[in-house]
């Protein structure tokens, strides 16, 4: 038996264990999994050394173009994610930020082609739902289009929804938009930005008369509050409907407390935290740094600690980078500069360094976080997010001890700045292969747009 690549001398991570055997990929598979000594012959032999290898990190929360050309993002940040070990991206913004209001089906298929023209990860897409059309096409998108996530933001209303020059979303949409999820089945989930927007109009309005622009006065003006009451109340619609939901990037130990309870009773709650609110305070910066506003806001360590315990204790299921590239935010203020951070390239990193290394969590716990978890959420378990035979060749090599001290020069992120700037992170991707195709060694990118594809989901 000849076999494409065979991958020998590594420690194979699962979520149940490591176990020290090697990898034989064929036509993009694992078609074996053996000792070294029962591997096939190989026209490629990679000597993993020792090191762990782990199934391709899929991450949950991306963002392309909110705040740069479609085609671009494309371009920059395919290479960002496989640099960081992402395989699979899940992009919640796709086609362009001036096409918010159309169908999806209008703007699918040259998304779609835009993508996987430059894809070195592969790619699904959820869809955000604005209008009562978007809601309404519901199924369609999941029959024709093979998208199974909707995305609802319920902070984009009032003033921050006219911004975008989209109606206000209400819970009327809302409730709609889950009872028609709750009719469809797994795994159509819905994905909710859980913000109660009303009270930090009122607080941003008194700081701002009070001349605050300082990071911290982003944190003051958007409190857990905002958050835990939007989570309290969606898990109440979703109790009502039976229908599952996916809360995204949770910030806060009110909110984590409040999902944790609904899981206990039954609740068929998902959580979903970033890298950022595991690893960075407000404090952790110069008062006016402009760039580390992201929505929600940065908090502080009491929050952080309580993430890390639900992630531990399987409360906390999966890690989405919610990245997005943006420049010249050090040009605005604090209220008028664009929230988000670019975090395809240091998620998996952060994860190694701030989690494993610090014994906060095991390898297997971080597999299953970001790999095995995002894997069944996206519906793609039956190909991705775990290493065993008949599985895409979607896969990892990290190095747990290797230390950079990250720059934003040395990333592939369109970005010009990184929140971690300076940070030593111990922990880093070594080796990433996409369908059997190696994309990136040695924190050089080696493969060629176009690998990554498009990946339609059905119902099951």
């Keep these: 038996m000849l076999v494409d690549t065979v991958i020998k001398n590594c420690k194979i991570v699962g979520v149940d264990g490591v176990v020290s055997a090697g990898i034989g990929v ?23 050394k020792g090191r762990f290898v782990i199934p391709g990190v899929i991450d949950p929360h991306v963002h392309y173009s909110l705040y740069r050309p479609y085609e671009e993002d494309c371009k920059s940040e395919a ?34 082609s835009i993508v996987e023209r430059h894809a070195l990860a592969n790619v699904v897409f959820i869809s955000c739902l604005f209008t009562d059309q978007h809601i309404r096409e519901i199924p369609e998108y999941v029959r024709d289009l093979g998208i199974t996530q909707f995305k609802h933001c319920l902070f984009l209303k009032g003033k921050d929804a006219e911004a975008l020059g989209i109606p206000s979303f209400d819970d009327t949409k809302l409730y709609t938009a889950l009872e028609i999820a709750s ?22 309005e008194r700081l701002m008369k009070d001349g605050r622009r300082d990071l911290r006065a982003w944190t003051e003006a958007k409190p857990s509050i905002c958050e835990s009451e939007a989570v309290n109340r ?64 940065l ?32 040009n605005f203020d604090i209220w008028s500069a664009p929230a ?15 989690g494993v290394n610090k014994g906060r969590i095991s390898l297997e716990k971080l597999v ?25 060749a979607d896969l990892v090599m990290v190095d747990l001890n290797e230390s950079r001290r990250v720059k934003v020069d040395d990333l592939y992120t369109a970005s010009d700045f990184t929140p971690y700037e ?32 498009y990946i339609p989901r059905k119902l099951l």
């Design 26 to 48: 064929d036509d993009g598979k694992i078609v074996v999994i053996a000792k070294d000594q029962n591997l096939p012959s190989a026209d490629k032999c990679i000597d993993a």
């Design 79 to 112: 290479r960002a994610a496989v640099a960081g070990g992402i395989t699979t991206e899940a992009l919640m913004t796709w086609g362009g930020m001036d096409k918010l209001l159309v169908s999806y089906k209008e703007k699918f298929e040259e998304a779609k």
């Design 183 to 204: 009719t469809l089945g797994p795994p159509v989930i819905s994905m909710i930005h859980a913000e109660n927007v009303e009270i930090h109009y009122g607080i941003k």
């Design 234 to 297: 969606v898990i109440s619609l979703s109790d009502y409907l039976d229908v599952p939901i996916y809360l995204v990037h949770i910030s806060s130990s009110e909110s984590l407390d409040i999902a944790v309870q609904a899981q206990a009773r039954g609740s068929k709650v998902i959580v979903e935290t970033c890298p950022q609110y595991l690893s960075l305070s407000w404090k952790d910066f110069p008062e006016n740094y402009v760039p580390a506003k992201c929505n929600p806001p």
């Design 299 to 330: 908090r502080d360590e009491t929050h952080i600690e309580k993430l890390w315990w639900g992630i531990k204790n399987g409360y906390v299921h999966c890690i989405g980078s919610d990245h997005c590239a943006s420049t010249g935010k050090g």
């Design 340 to 354: 988000g951070l670019p975090g395809l390239e240091t998620l998996l990193p952060v994860m190694l360094s701030e």
């Design 368 to 392: 299953e976080v970001c790999c095995r978890n995002p894997a069944k959420v996206l519906g793609i378990q039956s190909q991705k997010g775990a290493i065993a035979v008949g599985l895409d």
């Design 422 to 453: 300076g940070r030593e992170l111990k922990g880093w991707p070594v080796l990433t292969m996409v369908g059997g195709n190696i994309v990136m060694e040695d924190g050089e990118i080696v493969g060629e747009p176009g690998v990554g594809k």
